[in-house]
């Protein structure tokens, strides 16, 4: 039942003996339960009224008159903000109309108070820590519930198989609340005394303070998580930081402690929830409006948790990737020289020319000079090799120890070499057993000849000059290449 602000002040007047309303402005108060106004007086006097518009809301009235009733004096002195206090009831049929002190102050919307910054947030925190560290005794003696953490999260279980049965809840949320619930660890908390309906329209400011706090409507001991899902919708994640923060340091016992490492996450789950929950308030009262609102409410919150997965995701392969990247790097400067790559083994100085690791280019001179010859087996750049003797066969190096390494290697010790570069043994493509032969003994000639007087490129005056007497056959010149 929806009453206007001129009939809540005619309650008003009606509940209140001696009160003379001489003005009346409408109040914002959950307007899908309440009705409420401000009334103004003589001499500066101001009244708060609230009127319930179903028989739900009616009861959560009727047990907020007994909670502020269980508040004494002492302890509402001991608080860093102030409460408000019935001064009269008028029932109307089953629903009952109520009028409060006024509390000064007025409410920020959220992105206010993150503007505010860290004053705002030690704020909200000292409130938050205040009502967490209330006596028991004030919510037993209103006869409200009391929950234990696992009472609490069997409470809940039972909320959520209520609600998959609407068939109205996105599957994928059903199952993400269902294993969020079934994780005890979560759910290991003290319990303490939550306002269960805090959100920015019940703290109300003056001069940067929290002056008050209104809606004591669903006080009880339970997970004091709930008292911080409405911080989710923050999209400031420094302010939430700091308001846990410094709720922290508020807390009875050793300043900064984490009693509740998940509480945080908790509160996210409860936000999460309430849609469900709001779901099922409006499929109780049959209200098509309510009910679609929530099931929107319900997919959009779906397709976020879709996204918000599917990015971390990305993120988290991405760094998977970087990682492993940097540790391949890693790994390859800490390997031996002759494994790294050849820019490595070229900075860190000549590598081994024998062996399974070794490359070997064979570049067949058709007409050449010994001297040329053993100026490219020494490791001469491509330029040094005469124009139209371009490489004819590359040759892989036998394993060690094969009937080839052994030739090779007789070989090798005729020619006695100065040891920058071992000879393989090669077959040209259009070579024969003689021309093997004859190439063997002159290449033993020609390192005999070597080491009595060694060819150089000015010989006779002329680079690259036979030297007389020595009879040149073309032979493979073998190139190492690192």
Not at 449 to 459: I, Q, T, V
Request: glycine residues 6%; negative net charge; aromatic residues 4%.
């Amino acid at each position: 039942m929806k009453r206007s602000p001129l009939e809540l002040a005619a309650l008003a007047a009606a509940a209140v003996p001696g009160l003379s309303p001489t003005a009346v402005r409408a109040d914002l108060d959950d307007p899908a339960d309440f009705d409420a106004v401000l009334l103004f007086g003589e001499d500066d006097q101001r009244w708060r009224v609230r009127s319930p518009r179903h028989e739900e809301a009616s009861a959560r009235l009727e047990s907020e008159f007994a909670i502020l009733r269980a508040f004494p004096a002492g302890l509402r002195a001991e608080l860093p903000f102030r409460i408000p206090t019935v001064l009269g009831c008028v029932r109307r049929g089953p629903l009952s109309t109520f009028v409060y002190t006024h509390v000064a102050g007025q409410s920020l919307q959220l992105d206010q108070l993150e503007r505010s910054g860290d004053a705002a947030a030690k704020e909200v925190a000292s409130v938050l820590a205040a009502i967490h560290a209330l006596p028991q005794d004030v919510v037993d003696r209103a006869d409200l519930p009391r929950y234990s953490a696992n009472e609490f999260r069997q409470r809940r279980l039972n909320e959520l198989d209520q609600a998959a049965t609407s068939g109205k809840i996105p599957a994928e949320l059903l199952l993400r609340w269902e294993h969020a619930l079934e994780d005890v660890t979560l759910w290991r908390f003290n319990a303490s005394v939550v306002h269960g309906d805090l959100h920015e329209d019940n703290l109300l400011f003056d001069d940067g303070k929290v002056t008050a706090v209104t809606g004591w409507t669903d006080l009880h001991i339970g997970d004091p998580a709930d008292d911080f899902a409405w911080l989710v919708a923050s999209h400031d994640s420094a302010f939430v930081d700091a308001v846990l923060h410094h709720y922290r340091d508020a807390l009875p016992g050793p300043a900064g402690q984490d009693p509740d490492p998940h509480l945080l996450r908790r509160a996210a789950l409860s936000a999460e929830f309430a849609l469900a929950q709001y779901l099922m308030k409006g499929l109780a009262k049959n209200d098509s409006t309510v009910i679609a609102e929530a099931e929107t409410m319900l997919s959009d919150l779906a397709s976020d948790i879709r996204a918000s997965e599917a990015a971390a995701r990305e993120l988290e392969e991405a760094a998977a990737e970087a990682e492993a990247a940097e540790e391949h790097e890693r790994l390859a400067y800490e390997r031996p020289a002759q494994d790294r790559p050849s820019q490595d083994r070229e900075a860190n100085g000549p590598t081994p020319t024998t062996g399974p690791g070794a490359k070997v280019t064979v570049t067949s001179l058709s007409a050449a000079s010994e001297g040329e010859s053993l100026k490219a087996a020494d490791g001469g750049s491509d330029d040094d090799v005469p124009e139209g003797n371009s490489p004819r066969l590359s040759v892989v190096p036998t394993p060690s120890g094969s009937p080839a390494d052994h030739a090779a290697d007789g070989s090798s010790d005729a020619a006695g070499g100065d040891g920058d570069a071992d000879v393989a043994s090669v077959q040209a493509s259009e070579g024969s057993p003689e021309t093997d032969a004859a190439a063997g003994s002159e290449r033993a000639n020609g390192a005999a000849d070597e080491n009595a007087s060694s060819p150089s490129s000015e010989h006779d005056g002329e680079p690259g000059a036979s030297q007389a007497g020595v009879e040149t056959t073309a032979l493979p010149v073998i190139k190492h290449e690192s």
